[in-house]
């Protein structure tokens, strides 16, 4: 496996399981990939580079962790819930109560008191289509177009639909394809209402997966093997080996799980039959996230999250507290976010301060002591329509396997995508 991200090590753990002697590489000098974590230079703190969700419906996910030992690291919700805060500071609470699904989602919504009951009367519109949609996801619309299509009012879309789509597909409903996002609403709407709970690690990302997955492939005989910049050896036909700084590995099989920007690296000259894979991907486009973590000298909100209805800064979590008991670490993000990805450190930390500030009582007394910002300028592709087709697991370089997000999974680029991309290519391997 090259690329110890949450696909090449499911991957590895998957095939270590099964008894095959595996070898996981990454170039970085830590695990992760995308998902990953760092300590803070100033308050010591491991910190995430950015805030990972998850749902209850992740199953090849939860299936992962319990593999290696790390369903502890993680706490779901019974019910789904979601509190937000309009930019009065107003507060308001979508809690789904204990039906059976879809009937606890559609309740949620109906007695939501955001909005007025026609616009959440609108819900109930989604059902039908959402049944027959998950085996005919539209591939031509975008995500505001099939809402509109099936009566979803405005007020709907801009406190529902649009902050858990740009959530879940990084990028504006206005350009998103319709089709992943529905596969994460029919996924959602499964007969299990525990399936649309949210998932939020509880401990950073390195310690929540990385780590555990580390240990699990080690301890059956695997290698994992950080700081190793890999390069695939091919005869043009197939795998032969992969070339580290100082060491050759003869291998027929490699499963790559680099992201879709860094495929073609992988090879000094590539092989003609992966041309085609290696072109498209290169044509992918990248969305960004931006998290801006602020320590404050005292708490400021009591929720583990909140959603910033008309913000900028799309959602707050309230990490955990490091300077006392009387402090505060809030990360703050904003997805979709081409146009705050280039503004400088400071600007983003007065934005998201500022926007705190309006929406929470407690920051607005409150003195931010520590401040740092974390940009993934490709955090995710794109999933626009019209976009280069995403590809399979095998291709026809014989030996050859591809994982990862964005890899042909239907799914936008989430942890559950990468995680049953790795399952997908370590038993077609």
Not at 4 to 30: K, M, N
Request: charged content about 20%; proline content about 6%.
């Amino acid at each position: 496996m090259i690329g110890g991200g949450f696909a090449g090590l499911s991957a590895g753990a998957l095939l270590a399981e099964r008894g095959v002697p595996v070898i996981v590489v990454d170039a970085r000098p830590v695990l992760g990939g995308r998902a990953t974590a760092f300590r803070d230079r100033v308050t010591g703190e491991v910190v995430d580079n950015g805030q990972h969700v998850m749902f209850g419906c992740y199953r090849e996910t939860m299936a992962f962790l319990q593999r290696i030992g790390a369903t502890a690291n993680v706490r779901g919700q019974d019910a789904l819930e979601i509190p937000f805060l309009d930019a009065a500071g107003r507060r308001t609470v979508l809690s789904c109560p204990r039906l059976p699904a879809p009937w606890h989602l559609l309740a949620g919504v109906l007695r939501w008191d955001a909005l007025p009951l026609r616009d959440r009367l609108s819900a109930i519109r989604l059902a039908r289509p959402l049944r027959k949609a998950r085996d005919s996801a539209d591939a031509t619309s975008t995500v505001a177009e099939w809402l509109r299509a099936h009566g979803q009012t405005e007020q709907l879309i801009a406190w529902l639909w649009e902050p858990l789509a740009v959530a879940a597909l990084n990028q504006p409903i206005s350009e998103a394809a319709a089709g992943p996002f529905i596969r994460v609403l029919a996924d959602l709407f499964r007969p299990d209402r525990s399936a649309s709970a949210l998932v939020l690690p509880t401990t950073p990302l390195d310690q929540m997966y990385a780590e555990p997955a580390r240990f699990f492939i080690e301890s059956r005989g695997g290698n994992v093997r950080t700081s190793a910049l890999a390069r695939v050896i091919t005869d043009g036909t197939r795998v032969t080996g992969v070339q580290l700084r100082d060491e050759w590995i003869p291998t027929e099989t490699v499963i790559s799980t680099v992201p879709w920007h860094q495929l073609g690296t992988l090879f000094e000259d590539l092989p003609a039959p992966l041309t085609g894979i290696v072109r498209n991907a290169s044509q992918m486009q990248s969305k960004p996230i931006v998290t801006v973590n602020l320590w404050y000298d005292r708490i400021v909100m009591e929720d583990a999250f909140i959603g910033l209805h008309g913000r900028a800064m799309q959602w707050v979590f309230d990490k955990r507290r490091v300077f006392g008991e009387s402090a505060s670490h809030l990360s703050v993000v904003s997805s979709a976010a081409s146009e705050l990805v280039t503004l400088e450190a400071e600007q983003l930390i007065d934005l998201a301060a500022r926007e705190l500030a309006e929406s929470l009582p407690g920051a607005q007394e409150a003195t931010v002591v520590r401040a740092t910002v974390v940009r993934e300028r490709q955090a995710t592709f794109s999933l626009s329509p019209g976009q280069p087709p995403r590809p399979g697991t095998a291709t026809p370089l014989k030996g050859f396997y591809l994982a990862g997000d964005w890899t042909d999974t239907g799914l936008p680029g989430t942890i559950e995508s990468a995680v049953m991309s790795g399952h997908t290519a370590a038993v077609q391997c």
